[in-house]
């Protein structure tokens, strides 16, 4: 089992930078990759970016390509997520994953708001 706990929720100005971080615990080894989803207001949860544990390899979905950046600290277990150019439409709960093959998404953060405000 992993266990997800992420952080640095909060309110930020659009065009601002923030950065969330999520430290997993637990039997790590059996991370294949980890990566965010977001949820915004009545809309379905997507992932938005993720990064493949054997060799960094990382994937963005095209509404963050270029503004955000997932890096990961081998020693702490734990991933970021940087957001730069915050628009209010990344107002959302942003939810911290992590899987143990492709896909297959076994454990989930609690989830931290991030809300950009215009």
């Known amino acids: 089992q992993v266990q997800l706990v992420e952080s640095g929720g909060g309110l930020v100005q659009a065009g601002g930078s923030h950065r969330l971080s999520c430290a997993a615990s637990?039997?790590?080894?059996?991370?294949?990759?980890m990566g965010w989803f977001r949820q915004a207001p009545g809309a379905v949860r997507d992932m938005i970016t993720r990064?493949?544990?054997?060799?960094?390899?990382?994937w963005y979905t095209d509404a963050v390509k270029g503004r955000f950046t997932i890096s990961r600290d081998n020693a702490k277990n734990t991933v970021y997520l940087q957001m730069n150019s915050l628009k209010p439409e990344d107002t959302a709960v942003y939810y911290c994953?992590?899987?143990?093959?492709?896909?297959?998404?076994?454990?989930w953060g609690q989830g931290t708001q991030v809300t950009v405000s215009s």
């Open positions: 994953v992590a899987a143990s093959s492709p896909g297959s998404y076994d454990a």
């Open positions: 637990g039997r790590t080894s059996g991370i294949f990759s």
């Open positions: 990064i493949r544990w054997i060799d960094s390899h990382t």
